[in-house]
C-alpha cells in the first residue's frame, strides 16, 4: 500500500471547513475543496472515504467530546443522595452551563458546521441527542426526589419533549446567531432563570 502524504489530511481538513461553511454540506463540493487544497478529489476518498466521511472528521471530536462531557455532568448529579439532589437542584447547573457555553466556543466553528450546515448529513438531529439525554436523568431526577410531577399530570413525556428541546435549540441560538461568548454567557443565564421559574413550577420538590 501507497504511504499517504504527510499534511494532505489537514489542508484537505481546513479547506473542507472553509467549503462546507460556506455553502453547507448538501451543496459543497469535493472537487472545490480537493483543488483548494492542492490535492485530487481521490486522496478525499482515500482518507476519508466520501463526503460524510470528511464532515464526520471534522466535526465529531467536538460533538462526541459534548455528549460525553454532559453526560459525566449528569451521571456526577446524579450520583448525590436525593437529599443533595433536592437542595442543589436550582443550582448545580450555574457553573456546569458556563462551562458548556465554553466547550462550545472553544469549538465555534465546529458548532456552527452542526448547527447551520449539516443539512443532508447525519448530525441533524444532534441537538436531539442532549434532549434525550438530560430527559433519561430528569426522569430519574423525579423518582428519587419523590416529585409528584407525572402523577399529577403536571408533566407528561411530550411537555417534557417539548420544554427540553425549547431549552438546547435556544442555549444554542448563541452559536446560530454568532453572538460574542460574553453574550452568550448572559443569554444562556437569563435563559436557565427562566427556564428555573417553570420547573419550580412543575417539580414541586422539597429537600
Known amino acids: 500500500m501507497a504511504k499517504l502524504r504527510e499534511g494532505v489530511s489537514d489542508r484537505l481538513l481546513d479547506c473542507a471547513r ?3 461553511l460556506a455553502k ?3 451543496e459543497a463540493s469535493l472537487r472545490e475543496i480537493a483543488q483548494n487544497a492542492g490535492t485530487s478529489t481521490g486522496s478525499i476518498y482515500t482518507r476519508f472515504k466520501d463526503k460524510a466521511g470528511l464532515f464526520d472528521a471534522l466535526v465529531s471530536p467536538s460533538v462526541q467530546g459534548l455528549l460525553a462531557w454532559f453526560r459525566g455532568e449528569e451521571e456526577a448529579f446524579r450520583h448525590l443522595s436525593s437529599c443533595e439532589q433536592a437542595l442543589q437542584a436550582y443550582t448545580y447547573g450555574e457553573k456546569r452551563f458556563s ?3 465554553d466547550y462550545v466556543y472553544d469549538r465555534f466553528d465546529d458548532f456552527r458546521l ?3 450546515c449539516s443539512q443532508g448529513s447525519g448530525y441533524m438531529d444532534f441537538i436531539e441527542e442532549l434532549v434525550k439525554t438530560d430527559m433519561e436523568y430528569t426522569r430519574r431526577f423525579i423518582q428519587e426526589t419523590g416529585s409528584d410531577a407525572f402523577t399529577s399530570g403536571r408533566l407528561e413525556d411530550d411537555f417534557m419533549h417539548m420544554l427540553t428541546s425549547a431549552f438546547y435549540s435556544g442555549i444554542f441560538e448563541t452559536v446560530v446567531h454568532n453572538m460574542s461568548r460574553q453574550k452568550a454567557y448572559g443569554y444562556v443565564g437569563r435563559l436557565r432563570r ?3 421559574c417553570g420547573w419550580k413550577d412543575i417539580l414541586r420538590i422539597s429537600p
Open 194 to 196: 427562566f427556564y428555573i
Open 24 to 26: 453547507g454540506y448538501e
Open 18 to 20: 472553509e467549503e462546507f
Open 114 to 116: 452542526v448547527l447551520c
Open 99 to 101: 462551562q458548556f457555553v
